[in-house]
T-cell receptor, first 110, second 113 residues
Framework: QKEVEQNSGPLSVPEGAIASLNCTYSDRVSQSFFWYRQYSGKSPELIMSIYSNGDKEDGRFTAQLNKASQYVSLLIRDSQPSDSATYLCAVTNSGYALNFGKGTSLLVTP | GAGVSQTPSNKVTEKGKYVELRCDPISGHTALYWYRQSLGQGPEFLIYFQGTGAADDSGLPNDRFFAVRPEGSVSTLKIQRTERGDSAVYLC???????????FGSGTRLTVV
């Protein structure tokens, strides 16, 4: 069973702080990695994709990938209450079939 | 269209009945995917279409599930002899190519009673 593991949370951070969300995966040949945000009762929306080791920044979001450690993370700087949602890590080795974790619930408190 | 459209948004059906769930992808997106999401879980891959053909249907749980995309645009997920365990949100997504990441529709919440 190829697994994607995330701490279910909830992760609570104060407004303005950095939220750090982590994900580990078991399939060593995984080649593409995605972070999705899902608000309660809504469908997932793509935040970031990352394909090579290192950091990738997009606005307040930074994705970090370490293939040797089979670890991918998402940092959210200057967290806002509107960032409160479930964050889903997704991994693929096929390029199209995403294997999702169960998600981490993030709560940003004013 | 502007986004991925799924109909109906909610469907309640009796155990043993047949249901069809429809997905209209973003115009021009050749790749289309169906996923199923149960409460507290991440989405689970069901099937991937590239154009009209099912390139990978390995995620379909059993032969009660079938999906088509006859003209390479709209897709229909069909579930025969529904069971209570089929209750979930069925998500459709599309993309220009798999590497682009998906755009999900708003989903169909299926409840089998």
């Amino acid at each position: 069973q190829k697994e994607v593991e995330q701490n279910s949370g909830p992760l609570s951070v104060p407004e303005g702080a950095i939220a750090s969300l982590n994900c580990t995966y078991s399939d060593r040949v995984s080649q593409s990695f995605f972070w999705y945000r899902q608000y309660s009762g809504k469908s997932p929306e793509l935040i970031m994709s990352i394909y090579s080791n290192g950091d990738k920044e997009d606005g307040r979001f930074t994705a970090q990938l370490n293939k040797a450690s089979q670890y991918v993370s998402l940092l959210i700087r200057d967290s806002q209450p509107s960032d409160s949602a479930t964050y889903l890590c997704a991994v693929t080795n096929s390029g199209y079939a995403l294997n999702f974790g169960k998600g981490t619930s993030l709560l940003v408190t004013p | 269209g502007a986004g991925v459209s799924q109909t109906p948004s909610n469907k309640v059906t009796e155990k043993g009945k047949y249901v069809e769930l429809r997905c209209d992808p973003i115009s021009g997106h050749t790749a289309l995917y169906w996923y199923r999401q149960s409460l507290g879980q991440g989405p689970e891959f069901l099937i991937y279409f590239q154009g009209t053909g099912a390139a990978d249907d390995s995620g379909l749980p059993n032969d009660r599930f079938f999906a088509v995309r006859p003209e390479g645009s709209v897709s229909t997920l069909k579930i025969q002899r529904t069971e209570r365990g089929d209750s979930a949100v069925y998500l459709c997504a599309s993309s220009l190519s798999p590497e682009d990441g998906y755009t999900f529709g708003s989903g169909t919440r299926l409840t089998v009673v």
